[in-house]
């Protein structure tokens, strides 16, 4: 599951970013979501989870800012979790370039002998 997102903002610089799922690690959680900004400048950006709109902090790791080489950034957060039938996780991306925070929603639809980590909606 992948969404992608590039955004323009007059006067500012480009950026891309990519929500995705991907196989967990060892350590008893059976989901993982990975949220991924590219192409930003300035370096400052905050990257946050949410479940149901609620901040989530626990089984959150995300790099630094990571420089490309070009004056351009990017940064990686991965979000481990059990997930529940029905509720929705989301991404929230804030940056100076960006009027309002750019929200990508993940909705959550468990199935007997299928778990479904269903593809993002914005």
């Avoid at 930003?40 to 609620?54: A, C, E, M, T």
């Avoid at 991965?78 to 309002?100: D, N």
Wanted: a negative charge; proline letters at 7%; charged letters at 15%.
């Amino acid at each position: 599951f992948l969404v992608s997102r590039t955004a323009q903002t007059p006067g500012r610089q480009t950026w891309s970013g990519t929500v995705h799922s991907v196989e967990p690690s060892a350590g008893g959680h059976p989901a993982m979501l990975v949220c991924s900004v590219y192409n930003f400048y300035p370096q400052h950006i905050k990257v946050s989870w949410r479940r149901d709109g609620q901040e989530i902090t626990t089984g959150v790791t995300s790099t630094d800012e990571l420089a490309d080489g070009d004056w351009y950034y990017q940064v990686h957060s991965h979000l481990e979790y059990t997930p529940r039938s029905g509720e929705t996780i989301s991404c929230v991306v804030e940056h100076a370039s960006l009027k309002t925070p750019q929200v990508t929603n993940w909705v959550i639809h468990l199935q007997p002998h299928r778990d479904c980590v269903c593809p993002p909606s914005t």
